[in-house]
Nanobody, 112 residues
């Protein structure tokens, strides 16, 4: 079981940026992949981005070109840099590992 703890959420104006972090309880090299998901009120949880232990990245079309996923192996964290944020990006953002574990989520609100 991997413990995942998200941080970095908050309130930001449209067009702004936020950086989310997901801290894992074990060496992320040992985890095949770590994803970011999000869930807006009244909507299903949706996939946002993935990074594999080999460094390959994948993105949902809705965030491609605006969000960047990266890993810091020295800190066992996976980060999500979110730029050009839109009101429709408002959601709770979750970290998920290929072991099937989820973090508790961090709220991101994009509003003027």
């Amino acid at each position: 079981q991997v413990q995942l703890v998200e941080s970095g959420g908050g309130l930001v104006q449209p067009g702004g940026s936020l950086r989310l972090s997901c801290a894992a309880s074990q060496n992320i090299f040992s985890i095949a992949s770590i994803d970011w998901f999000r869930q807006a009120p009244g909507k299903q949880r949706e996939f946002i981005a993935r990074i594999t232990s080999g460094g390959r990245t994948y993105y949902a079309d809705s965030v491609k070109g605006r969000f960047t996923i990266s890993s810091d192996n020295t800190k066992n964290t996976v980060n999500l840099q979110m730029n050009i944020l839109r009101p429709e990006d408002t959601a709770v953002y979750y970290c998920h590992s290929s072991t099937g574990d989820w973090g508790q989520g961090t709220q991101v609100t994009v509003s003027s």
